[in-house]
């Protein structure tokens, strides 16, 4: 009998079917803590950049249904602080597919969770590559185009590849 494998990618003819952005989307809230902070009493960008990586790859597994890698980050810009006793929200989508790589964007947000108060931290986007069980990059899924607003998503991702992947020049 055939294994899964087989199944799913029979002589790879089949297409894998879209996946809806909804089903992959992932939300990640993270409590402050000391350990986390620099010496301002701040959570360290390195924290967050970690935290958006999990939030990412998450994502990045749950529209592949593989384990997926960080290939590309894009840049990040840190808008205001999060310190210590406050709580850093989450939360990422796939903005666009292409044959085995993933566009991600993470959003994450400050929250004083005692008022609900909430402020912008970082805005970032990463590429995530899905491996198979050789850890070779393997097909994923397409999105569901479905609205305007996944069509246009799925378009500037493709614009954003593109720069990405031209050689810069020395
Ligand atoms: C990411 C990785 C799997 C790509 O492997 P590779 O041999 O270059 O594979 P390919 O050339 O077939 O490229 C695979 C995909 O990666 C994409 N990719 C490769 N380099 C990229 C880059 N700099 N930016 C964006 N996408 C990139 C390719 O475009 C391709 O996507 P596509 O199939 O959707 O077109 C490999 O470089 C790797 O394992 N890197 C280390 C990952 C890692 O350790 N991350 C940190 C821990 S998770």
């Known amino acids: 009998m055939a294994g899964f494998e087989g199944l799913r990618y029979p002589g790879r003819a089949m297409p894998l079917p879209p996946r809806p952005q909804s089903a992959s989307r992932t939300q990640m809230t993270e409590y402050v803590l000391p350990q986390h902070a620099n010496a301002l009493g701040s959570v360290f960008g390195g924290q967050i950049m970690a935290w958006v990586d999990l939030c990412g790859a998450i994502c990045a597994q749950r529209h592949s249904g593989r384990m997926a890698v ?9 808008e205001l602080p999060v310190r210590v006793g406050e709580v850093v929200r989450l ?80």
């Open 91 to 170: 939360e990422a989508h796939v903005t666009a597919v292409f044959r085995t790589s993933m566009e991600i964007e993470i959003v994450v947000e400050g929250e004083d969770a005692t008022t609900g108060r909430r402020w912008p931290c970082v805005d970032a986007r990463l590429t995530f590559v899905a491996i198979d069980e050789s850890r070779k990059p393997t097909e994923v899924p397409p999105l569901v185009l479905d609205t305007e607003v996944v069509r246009h998503s799925q378009a500037a991702g493709e614009a954003r590849r593109a720069s990405r992947l031209t050689p810069k020049a020395t």
């Open 70 to 78: 960080t290939a590309f980050v894009d840049d990040m810009k840190f």
